[in-house]
């Protein structure tokens, strides 16, 4: 019978390498995440990577940055790295630009990601229009699950699917 001490002793070990694995080997600083974190919340209380770059080097979190867990490490810098300054509101990326976070739920086959800041910057209505998208194509790409007649929230803090 195997006593509960070396049961433990094993589970936590089993843990501590499914971190290590999580974490890049050129990793030069790592955060532990708190409850209530976000992957805003972390980018902003370090203002040196953004958000695609702790993505970049935690690739577990997810594009919606739900993958992230209270008391698990996250690499916030590697060897080498360069911050180029935060993402501006009305930032247009492509997927290779590796557009995070992002709305959840956006439809597969988005070519072009647009930014949406903390303060609501740009703005629903502006980003219609400076794509030359209408609500319906909108609420398709961004929420393909609901009627796509029925106003949908844009979240603010994210990226959003703007052209298909």
Known sequence: MVSFSILAAAIA???STAFAAAIPSNCTATYRVESGDTCVSI?????????PDLYRWNPSIGTSCFGLIAGQPVCTNVAGYVYRGPI??????TPEQLPVPRQPDIVAGCTKFEY?????????AH??????????????WNWPARNPDEESAIWRGHFSCIAV
């Not at 209380?45 to 953004?50: A, E, G, L, M, P």
């Not at 980003?127 to 398709?140: A, D, S, V």
């Open 127 to 140: 980003i219609l229009l400076q794509n030359g998208i209408t609500m319906r194509q909108w609420n398709e």
């Open 13 to 15: 070990s089993l843990s």
């Open 116 to 124: 949406l800041d903390n303060e609501g910057k740009p703005g629903l």
């Open 43 to 51: 980018v902003e209380k370090f203002h040196n990577f953004t958000a």
């Open 88 to 93: 501006l509101a009305g930032a247009i990326f």
